[in-house]
């Protein structure tokens, strides 16, 4: 069955610097997302994407975070300079259509980011 | 905005036994779905279960079965006969045609399973 796939499964990094957590969604899927899960908390949605542009994004996604999809097949989030607070496990997702047509998400198996 | 709350942090469950996970939502919404997940420690986030606020019946997969009480905005899951690998944290989660492409999700409920 295909699956999400994330990379790397564990990130470690310095206040203030830049990462990049990267996604490939489910081949013929069209939605891409990002939820956070602060540990011990629930998951947040943070953005969704389509036709390669951010349809969606919430209050958390702020000008330190961008998406982008540079190729047919990679989804990415940077944090431009992480923050303490960003320490969390990043999921990305994928779906068919958009979840508000019952397309249900498929998600990676999640990027632990630990910012020190 | 819509809310989902799981009142139970953690559930216990004897092999071989049934235990329900509650889930409660809150929306002015007549048409939505409501799902549930599953998060071993492997940490994906698999599909266990879906429906549809439309459908009057209940959705059942294999062992998985939900109690969906519309009026009351309640969404429980009931996991029958419940093995080793049923072990993980549960997220009771809402999307509809009016959250966009949102998923809000309850705080997850962490369920053991006793050999």
């Known amino acids: 069955e295909p699956e999400v796939t994330q990379t790397p499964s564990h990130q470690v990094t310095q206040m203030g610097q830049e990462v990049i957590l990267r996604c490939v969604p489910i081949?013929?899927?069209?939605?891409f997302y990002w939820y956070r899960q602060i540990l011990g908390q629930k998951v947040e949605f943070l953005v969704s994407?389509?036709?390669?542009?951010?349809?969606?994004k919430s209050e958390i996604f702020d000008d330190q975070f961008s998406v982008e999809r540079p190729d047919g097949s990679n989804f990415t989030l940077k944090i431009r300079s992480t923050k303490l607070e960003d320490s969390a496990m990043y999921f990305c997702?994928?779906?068919?259509?958009?979840?508000?047509?019952?397309?249900?998400?498929?998600f990676g198996n999640g990027t632990r980011l630990t910012v020190t | 905005a819509q809310t989902v709350t799981q009142s139970q942090p953690e559930m216990s469950v004897q092999e071989a036994e049934t235990v329900t996970l509650s889930c409660t939502y809150d929306t002015s919404e007549s048409d939505y779905y409501l799902f549930w997940y599953k998060q071993p420690p492997s940490r994906q986030m698999i599909l266990v279960i879906r429906?549809?606020?439309?459908?009057?019946q209940n959705a059942t997969e294999n062992r998985f079965s939900v109690n969906f009480q519309k009026a009351a905005k309640s969404f429980s899951l009931k996991i029958s006969d419940s093995q080793l690998g049923d072990a993980a944290m549960y997220f009771c989660a809402y999307s509809s045609p009016n959250t966009g492409n949102q998923f809000y999700f309850g705080t997850g409920t962490s369920l053991t399973v006793i050999p």
């Open positions: 081949s013929n899927h069209l939605y």
């Open positions: 994407f389509y036709n390669n542009e951010i349809s969606e």
């Open positions: 997702a994928s779906s068919v259509q958009g979840t508000g047509n019952n397309s249900p998400l498929h």
């Open positions: 429906q549809e606020a439309y459908k009057q």
